[in-house]
């Protein structure tokens, strides 16, 4: 039925409008940014043709600044709210260096109830007290073993205690995907994690028709493997399947590997990564000549408790560079907690959220349309605006610890997320910048210098895209067409 009457129709309207709800936001949001350049026309028509092949159904944000200056070079969309994969680490490490340091480092330790008597016996448990560092690794875990044993520790008669007390229990981000849990890239969250949470598994085929060998490193009592597979014949096409089972420490191995195959080498994250680096440490203080006549057990060390041994990590200014480059997740997650701690004594993604938020208003940034999440961008529940990205780089520079920071990131053609891709054009070992990789989520963010010298910042956001043209091969042209940006009239 038609609407005649005026105020009828206005609040026909309005129902309408409401129906849509953000729809239309997104639409008007769409169309009123068209691309931008103050300076270089060319400039712009090159970003906008790059864009246009990602397609309709495409969301992407962009903005390029001139470092120096602040000036605009080009925008679209710059205010929208998109996820940024692993652009997240931008703010996360940011945050991390400003908040704690470059020079921050992360004690692991161990501890005692008691001190050794002189025939070097511990009456009571021994503690193994994570501290939150994520770079903890089998030579740290050795180190201290050796340690231990020169403090004159020759047997513990109660339980190795796992302390991973520092942080929650709340062992993986909000918003993760429950299928990604077996993999390297969503391991589990722990104050107390070695080799980032993961394992290695290896499997070596025998002869035809008989199962492979299967090999766990490090070696830990915590750890069963359920061998299924079979050595396939010469030539045969490999299916080979390793997985860890859902919610427990057993790695299961199934499917075929040729037998003129070469070793797989598998790596899978662990289940209470804190129990499981005890195990390991309990293995290596008996190849030590330690007797541990407890069982490894969670727990907490009371404040009574005798230093016995420690390890430092290394300073932030080098882990930032083991995080960003390579896109670690894990180190995200645990300097997103270290953020709670330092400001609130609270070793959660939710405080340490709401430190990164405070300072980034702390500096004045723009946090509107954003929310933090996790630490990492593996979360689909995170959202940043190409317009936070690019002024956080920008005033990054000007911090004490821009070295570090910019360090970090990978550099096209040569290393990290970036080592294989812009080779054979003028961003190649020019362009410093984060990658981010969701299914359908593609960013990168950084800097670059032109031919005129001026270095470039800029934040390309890329969501819902499901075209056949690859958005990464999207961020390239774009940031190629930065780097050759500024040239002389003539050139």
Request: some cysteine; overall charge positive.
């Amino acid at each position: 039925m038609a609407v005649t009457d005026p105020s009828l129709k206005r609040e026909h309207s309005r129902r309408v409008i409401r129906k849509l709800g953000i729809g239309c936001t997104l639409i008007a949001a769409l169309a009123a940014n068209p691309g931008r350049a103050a300076e270089d026309p060319a400039l712009a028509a090159r970003i906008d043709a790059a864009l246009l092949r990602l397609g309709p159904s495409t969301i992407h944000g962009v903005r390029v600044l001139a470092s120096s200056s602040g000036e605009v070079l080009y925008e679209r969309n710059p205010d929208l709210s998109l996820n940024p994969a692993s652009n997240m680490k931008l703010l996360t490490s940011s945050a991390a260096l400003a908040k704690l340091g470059p020079d921050y480092r992360y004690t692991t330790s161990v501890r005692s109830g008691r001190e050794p008597d002189r025939k070097g016996k511990v009456r009571g448990d021994l503690f193994l007290v994570g501290g939150g560092d994520p770079v903890l690794e089998l030579k740290d875990l050795e180190a201290l073993a050796d340690a231990v044993r020169a403090a004159g520790v020759r047997v513990v008669t109660g339980n190795l205690v796992a302390d991973d007390n520092r942080y929650d229990s709340v062992r993986l981000g909000t918003g993760w995907e429950w299928d990604d849990e077996p993999y390297y890239y969503a391991a589990q969250i722990s104050a107390l994690s070695l080799d980032r949470g993961c394992l290695r598994v290896f499997v070596e085929p025998t002869s035809s028709g008989q199962p492979p060998r299967v090999r766990v490193e490090p070696t830990s009592a915590g750890i069963t493997v359920r061998n299924t597979a079979l050595t396939g014949a010469v030539g045969s096409l490999p299916e080979l399947s390793v997985l860890r089972a859902r919610g427990r420490n057993e790695i299961v191995v199934s499917g075929t590997i040729p037998s003129d195959a070469a070793p797989s080498r598998v790596v899978q994250t662990v289940e209470e990564p804190a129990i499981y680096a005890g195990e390991v440490f309990r293995s290596l203080l008996k190849a030590r000549g330690v007797e541990l006549r407890g069982s490894v057990v969670p727990g907490k060390a009371p404040e009574s408790t005798h230093p016995v041994a420690a390890r430092q990590s290394p300073p932030l200014s080098e882990i930032a560079a083991l995080f960003n480059k390579p896109s670690d997740n894990l180190i995200g997650e645990m300097l997103l907690k270290e953020l709670g701690v330092a400001s609130e004594k609270e070793g959660s993604s939710a405080a340490g959220g709401r430190a990164l938020l405070k300072w980034l208003g702390e500096i004045g940034l723009p946090t509107r349309g954003v929310r933090v999440t996790d630490g990492s961008g593996l979360s689909r529940h995170d959202y940043v605006t190409p317009r936070l990205i690019s002024e956080l780089l920008r005033a990054n520079l000007k911090q004490p610890w821009n070295a570090p920071f910019v360090n970090s990131l990978p550099i096209a053609a040569v290393d990290g997320t970036l080592r294989l891709r812009m080779a054979g054009t003028r961003a190649a070992s020019n362009v410093r910048a984060k990658t981010g990789t969701l299914a359908n989520v593609s960013a990168l963010g950084g800097y670059v210098t032109n031919q005129s010298g001026e270095r470039l910042v800029f934040s390309i956001l890329i969501n819902h895209h499901i075209g056949a043209v690859s958005a990464k091969r999207v961020e390239d042209q774009i940031a190629a067409a930065l780097a050759e940006s500024g040239a002389a009239a003539g050139q």
